[in-house]
């Protein structure tokens, strides 16, 4: 089992730039979530899928970002034009049923200057 | 109120210590429980569930009060392997939405 795979693990990015971040769930799982992380703000859940379907993207911070689940091995998140108030590290994790607990990937560090 | 509210510490201890985290939530009708660890630069992990009969896994153990809605932690005979930042977690009703606490950091020093 490779666990959540994410990509790219670092991405450093001018500001105004497309910034395309990618995750591939553990297969066979059926949740996908998309998490950021800043020192101020902790872990705010941005999205999530069940069934390759979004079920609530309330997280989503602006219109900037989003996200999209086209089949069960692979999701992306999109912050089109970046801002440097977007830098953070976003985590993608996956479940294999509603309630349990998540595999995290080891995330993607993204820079906007 | 925070949804999820956690002493974000630091708890600095000497190995061999006890030490017990504590986490409150505001939605009576959560539904699921866990602790995670996350340490520097790195992904969160799971490290167990918390029911209402307790969980206990070698050093570690989980309680929930639901009548006071809070979930805690307990590690016994600390070592300094277990120095991180450990969060709380709870999955809202409808099973899908799940809110992190902002964490509780702990030292553990020789």
């Known amino acids: 089992d490779a666990g959540v795979i994410q990509s790219p693990r670092h991405e450093v990015t001018e500001m105004g730039q497309e910034v395309t971040l990618r995750c591939k769930p553990i297969?066979?799982?059926?949740?996908l979530f998309w998490y950021r992380q800043t020192m101020m703000r902790g872990l705010e859940l941005l999205i999530y899928f069940n069934n390759n379907v979004p079920i609530d993207d309330s997280g989503m911070p602006e219109d900037r970002f989003s996200a999209k689940m086209p089949n069960a091995s692979f999701s992306t998140l999109k912050i089109q034009p970046s801002e440097p108030r977007d830098s953070a590290v976003y985590f993608c994790a996956s479940s294999l049923l509603e309630g349990l607990g998540y595999t995290f990937g080891s995330g993607t560090r993204l820079t906007v200057v | 109120r925070k949804e999820v509210e956690q002493d974000p510490g630091p708890f600095n201890v000497p190995e061999g210590a006890t030490v017990a985290f504590n986490c409150t939530y505001s939605?009576?009708?959560?539904?699921?429980f866990f602790w995670y660890r996350q340490d520097c630069r790195k992904e969160p992990k799971l490290l167990m569930s918390?029911?209402?009969s307790g969980n206990e896994d070698g050093r570690f153990t989980a309680q929930l009060n639901r009548a006071s809605q809070y979930i805690s932690l307990l590690i016994r005979d600390s070592k300094l392997s277990d120095s991180a930042t450990y969060l709380c977690v709870v999955i809202e009703p409808g099973g899908f939405k799940t809110i992190f606490g902002a964490g509780t950091r702990l030292f553990v020093k020789a």
């Open positions: 939605n009576s009708a959560s539904q699921s």
């Open positions: 918390v029911y209402s």
């Open positions: 297969s066979g799982h059926n949740s």
